[in-house]
């Protein structure tokens, strides 16, 4: 059977997560739904992350071996006909080799996170970013971020309920960026490492705007990644500013 990826795009509000649940909108669902008017029989497909409720993605990566040999572009064009209404689009599908695996292939996943920081809510990006209305220092989340780049023990900033062997992971990237937006500012955080602990991003994410808003010192962030204990962790940030933007593979498939 000919295997497929593809590169996929959707809002996460109304869905519980990309992993399928039973009785729950998923966006892993929605996909196989629309594989499904293709080719009844196909098998169930996997992606690269499991987002969790509300976390959007511009570049989530999944995969599924299809019986027929489709055309990549008339594959694309068939699933985004049968994923309408649904806030989900496949931006772009290709033929891989058999060994592709969306998931354990992956040798990189990017995120951004997003905060609003104005009193006026958001009209346009509403759902999109975390809106918050006291002021925020860039300098000193800087300062906090540089703190967590590199090998770690992450475990205060993973979930209680993760379920990752080992709390040890490689942040490759943590840039804390600002930018002007009417009356206020956004604030971005890129992240980028091989893979992430369940809840590290927002988690860090939190902690850093604990550090932004003046109540935590920069080196607060140190000591509370070599406490390894969750409760030294600051407040997990909502979901609704988080974003996988990409995935990277040895060799992109998309190219």
Sequence with gaps: MPRYAFLIEYDGTPFRGWQRQAGQPSVQAAVEAAIARLEPEAPGIAAAGRTDTGVHATGQVAHCDLAQGWDPLR????????????????????????????????????????????????????????????????????????????????????????????????????????????????????????????????????????????????DAVRDALQARDRAACGPVAPPQGLCLTGVGYPHDPFA
């Design 75 to 218: 594959l694309r064009e068939a699933l985004n006909h049968h994923l309408r209404p649904a806030p989900v689009a496949v931006l772009a599908c290709a033929r891989v080799e058999d060994a592709f695996h969306a998931r354990f292939s992956a040798v990189e996943r990017r995120y951004l996170f997003r905060i609003l920081n104005r009193r006026a809510p958001p009209a346009l990006a509403a759902g999109q970013v975390w809106h918050l209305r006291h002021p925020l220092e860039l300098a000193p989340m800087q300062a906090a971020a540089r703190h967590l780049l590199g090998h770690h023990d992450f475990t205060t900033f993973r979930a209680s309920q993760c379920q990752a062997h080992s709390p040890l992971r490689t942040l490759d990237e943590l840039t804390v960026s600002a930018q002007p937006v009417p009356h206020g500012t956004e604030y971005h955080f890129a992240l980028r490492a091989r893979s992430f602990l369940h809840n590290q991003v927002r988690s860090i994410v939190g902690t850093l705007e604990r550090v932004g808003a003046g109540a935590w010192a920069p």
